[in-house]
């Protein structure tokens, strides 16, 4: 997917147009608080854009370039991070 020019960017809900705009803001942010506050400023927190730059950007970013603040709501997390120490530890 090729990255569109901003004023191409559209807020609405489709699908399409939302990855098209998350792509942006990651491809063109140099870092992962860059894209999100970009992303967020852009579509609002209600929009799926947002959501898709914390995914594409932690995996472009790495999980360290977000803040534990950002994550506090995510109680599942320390689960997570227990089954990937789990399952880390079986490699050698």
Request: glycine fraction near 10%.
């Amino acid at each position: 997917m090729t990255n569109p020019e901003p004023n191409l960017l559209n807020r609405g809900g489709f699908a399409p147009a939302v990855l098209a705009a998350a792509v942006h803001f990651v491809g063109s942010s140099d870092t992962f608080d860059t894209a999100l506050d970009a992303s967020l400023q852009f579509a609002g927190p209600a929009n799926y854009c947002p959501v898709l730059v914390g995914s594409i950007g932690g995996a472009r970013w790495g999980a360290s370039s977000i803040g534990d603040k950002m994550l506090d709501h995510c109680d599942i997390l320390v689960r997570v991070r227990s089954a990937a120490a789990s399952l880390a530890s079986q490699w050698r």
